[in-house]
């Protein structure tokens, strides 16, 4: 087997993903002792059978960039951000049709599977990409954050899609990458395993086990340069001979709802060719209406003199669910189940305005529907794509400082 060392690889079929399939997804969960940094027992453990060679191009400008492989990559935001960090992302999977459909249409000799990663067979997939032990520079991803979402139900590993965090480690026991990179919604900090240890912990003595050190860290985007309050937790992990990690402290820009809209044309309806990608609006008469009673930066709830038929529908979920954002400030985190109302017109943001508060390029474009109204389309449609998208500004930012540690 040819060692993969950045050249280039034949784009491969949906067809194949039947080959990297497995029977059932396997990870022995073990007990922990005592704790590092993160809570995980330190020292420790079987360790690695094997450890490969873990030396990294000099520079991660290099004529040689690094591989990387992209699990749960939804719209694609964690891959548009490694790439910027000198990385080269050669291959993308995920479960949801509309999500790899968008990364297909955005692939530059990136190879996308539509497959649900849980049953995905490590080995048989590095057979598939030609790949050995060590090869791989980075895996990445993001994880369902259902599980561990303060907005949802909270279900933690009691729901399925939580274990699916430890898959990153079934993967990197196959590969053997040189570094790992997660994120995760800020609750995942809290959450427990079924006998009460941290999952935090738990993950970090699987990813010790295999000779790699875990750091996690709680990031926000206002600090990388986007006009969003949206904190998240970076995982990263590195082999123990590297020692530390040091996150990056952000790059002192901020930046308004305002500045990311700005000059932006006109959106234009669904039976009409947009200037920009995916800058359509679709917001029915009805909720024109409704959106018309609420002032620039304020809630529907807090509008007393909307019509009694309007107001009488909300919920005590819905405090700040129908909100108008404001230009002089930042946004609040967006969620897949809402669609803030734009500034100053009378209409939902489109996918592109959601696209440029997360910090995607113009020239990335989304597939899949447009949702109507707020949770009216099922499966993931191009706003939700966007909402539980990793921001790519904070991908690069992680990304760049795990390529330094490498290149030390």
Same mark, same amino acid.
């Given at each position: ?21 497995? +029977? ?20 420790? @453990? ?34 548009? #951000?490694? +790439?910027?960090? @000198? ?108 006998? #009460? ?48 990690? +040091? ?15 700005? @000059? ?8 009409e060719k947009p200037v920009l990608p995916n800058h359509i609006d679709v ?25 009694? +038929? ?99």
């Amino acid at each position: 087997m040819d060692s993969w060392r950045g050249g280039e690889k034949p784009m491969r079929s949906q067809s194949e993903a039947t080959a990297i399939l497995g +029977d059932q997804r396997r990870l022995p969960l073990d007990q922990a002792g005592g704790r590092d940094q993160t809570g995980a027992e330190d020292g420790a @453990g079987s360790g690695p059978q094997e450890v490969p060679d873990d030396r990294a191009p000099r520079t991660r400008r290099g004529v040689t960039k690094l591989p990387a492989i992209s699990l749960f990559s939804g719209a694609g935001g964690m891959d548009i #951000g490694v +790439d910027q960090a @000198g990385f080269k992302t050669v291959c993308a999977i995920d479960f949801d049709p509309h999500c790899t459909n968008t990364l297909r249409r955005n692939a530059r000799k990136k190879t996308v599977w539509n497959v649900d990663v849980g049953l995905l067979d490590g080995e048989r997939l590095r057979e598939t990409l030609e790949m050995d032990r060590g090869d791989l520079g980075l895996l990445h991803g993001g994880p369902p954050c259902q599980p561990f979402s303060q907005i949802g139900k909270r279900g933690g590993l009691s729901d399925p899609r939580g274990m699916l965090i430890f898959d990153m480690v079934r993967i990197t026991k196959a590969f053997r990458p040189k570094a790992v990179m997660i994120e995760q919604v800020p609750y995942f900090l809290r959450a427990t395993m079924p006998d #009460g240890r941290p999952v935090l912990q738990a993950l970090a003595t699987e990813f010790r086990q295999l000779g790699y050190r875990m750091h996690a860290h709680l990031l926000n985007a206002l600090s990388y340069g986007l006009p969003q309050r949206r904190e998240r937790v970076f995982i990263v992990c590195l082999r123990t001979e590297h020692g530390g990690f +040091d996150y990056p402290l952000g790059n002192g820009v901020r930046r308004t709802v305002g500045d990311a809209l700005n @000059g932006m044309p006109d959106p234009v309806p669904p039976d009409e060719k947009p200037v920009l990608p995916n800058h359509i609006d679709v917001t029915p008469p009805r909720d024109r209406e409704r959106i018309s009673y609420v002032p620039e930066g304020l809630w529907l709830s807090k509008c007393k003199d909307a019509p009694p +038929d309007i107001i009488r529908k909300l919920t005590r979920k819905d405090t700040t669910k129908f909100r108008r954002l404001d230009r002089s400030s930042v946004a609040p985190t967006l969620r897949c189940g809402e669609a803030p109302y734009h500034p100053t017109e009378n209409r939902y943001i489109t996918p592109r305005e959601a696209a440029r508060l997360q910090g995607f390029p113009d020239t990335h474009v989304l597939t899949g529907p447009i949702r109507g109204r707020t949770g009216s389309v099922r499966d993931l449609d191009q706003h939700r794509q966007v909402a539980n998208a990793v921001p790519p500004p904070m991908a690069k930012a992680v990304a760049s400082s795990i390529a330094e540690t490498l290149c030390r």
